[in-house]
């Protein structure tokens, strides 16, 4: 009898890694298919990769979850308007080459790489490996999407010659000044300094050409808006504050339900209607298509606003210090 509900226990405790195990094999198969990357190079990958439980509670507590009065003041400081004035200054000619060359502003270039890492200071402590590892492998919620970055990575690492648990990035796996993920990596850098190689993890003249040739290829629109102000009662926005980041509805539908808003706007203009946590109630906006490509860099409204309200001030601050 004893001997019995030992090798239960134990059954117990092997049959789910053998499991996950089996999983994991399945899964290394389909992306080397898939991304024709070899079997054996995504194995020798995964032996190395360590389970980083920090990498999971990171990605379950984000910032985003915080309400806007307070996640805007984690980004919108006159510490970090300093550090992008001055990163501004010192990297002009290719901020202004970047911005004519991609057809993007040169303050949302800035704000990018200010809210990602602070202008390269905060590029992230986790082994990037490690890290997709983890939400690839044992979060599958995610599994689909991180194993798939995962592989990726493994292929930018060859290309780039990198030691694979040398490169360090986000609980996400997103590496550099702009913290790009690996396919975004490899689909959207650019080497702007012309050295014959993609640096974003060093080079601040690729991760700025990179950060904008990446808002040109999701269709910024030059010299249009991204968000405006907007006046409503919580019962008129109700039925307009869709989860969906897409613009799905007219501005005329809106003003017919009694939103109003400064701004002027054409009847057919697509918008989409945020509501946004303030310290008491809630501001209400109008978002166009250049604030859905800002989300494009990350889901999040919260982060998309902080952005856009932070290059505003960067702007403004820059026309202050290029008068003076």
Known sequence: MRLCCFLLLLLSQVWPKLTLANDQQQRLQALSQELDIPLTQLQQAADQAQYQQAVIDAITRPWEAKPWHLYRDLFLTEERLAAGLAFWQQHQQTIERAAQTFQVPAQIIVAIIGVETYYGRHKGTYPVIDALYTLGF??????????????????????????????????????????????????????????????????????????????????????????????????????????????????????????TSDAHLSPDTPVKLLALEEAEGHSYWLAEHNFYVITRYNRSPLYAMAVYQFSERLRQAKVELDVN
């Open 138 to 259: 044992h979060y599958p919620k995610r599994g689909q999407f991180f194993s798939k970055e995962f592989a990726y990575f493994i292929r930018l690492a060859e290309q780039q010659d990198w030691q694979l648990d040398q490169v360090k990035g986000s609980y996400a796996g997103a590496m550099g000044f702009g913290q790009f993920i690996p396919s975004s990596y490899l689909h959207y850098g650019v080497d702007f300094d012309n050295d014959g190689k993609v640096d974003m993890l060093n080079n601040p003249v690729d991760a700025i050409g990179s950060v904008a040739n990446y808002f040109h290829q999701h269709r910024w629109q030059l010299g249009e808006a991204v968000v405006h102000r907007a006046n409503a009662q919580a019962k008129q926005a109700e039925p307009w504050l869709r989860n969906e980041l897409e613009l799905q509805d007219r501005w005329q539908q809106l003003a017919d339900a009694g939103i």
